[in-house]
């Protein structure tokens, strides 16, 4: 098969033609659009929206929606850097509260001894009578717990038979340090 040599295309040619339909397909496409737009401006409201407007609302809806959540968000922001400052505000006061209990206890000492607890009428060992009692013979008012002690007491005839309990042993609680004001 030939070609006549005056109908052999060219190479300038062949790039021209597809670069003329896509720009003619183009211009006819927004010349049908511009059509569209204008027979929907024309017709009467009282019909169903057409595409065009539809999508145009659907836009205007979604921008609406994006502003608002911004603006949720900034309002968020701004209450959470609120309450952070309140927070800040009262962490601050907590810590100069326990400062002044701390100030205002000067004369509280830890000390050491060996109090006994005595049992309180349901059984448990008292620790409170014997921390306070600690403190006194210290030369303090009152005073709280701050360690506790507990051992099994046996008669001696227990650990001359080489058992560490048994009968007549009992279990007895003593006070070692007392925080004491």
Known sequence: MSLHPDLTPTRSHTAI?????????LVAGIVMVSALAGAQESRPRNQDPGFLESIGRWFEEQGDKISSTF???????????????VAAK??????KDAAGAVARIPVARVVSGHEKCPNAPNGAPDCVAA???????????????????TADVCPAQVYLSGRSSGPGCKTETFVSRALCQ
Do not use: N, Y
């Not at 403190?135 to 360690?147: I, M, P, Q, V, Y």
């Open 71 to 85: 603006k949720d968000a900034g309002k968020k922001v701004e209450t959470l850097g609120h309450e952070a400052g």
């Open 17 to 25: 033609w597809p670069a003329r339909a896509i720009t003619g397909l």
């Open 131 to 149: 921390a306070t009692a600690l403190c006194k013979a210290k030369g303090f008012e009152s005073g709280k717990s701050a360690d506790m002690t």
């Open 90 to 95: 009262t962490t601050v006061e907590g810590a």
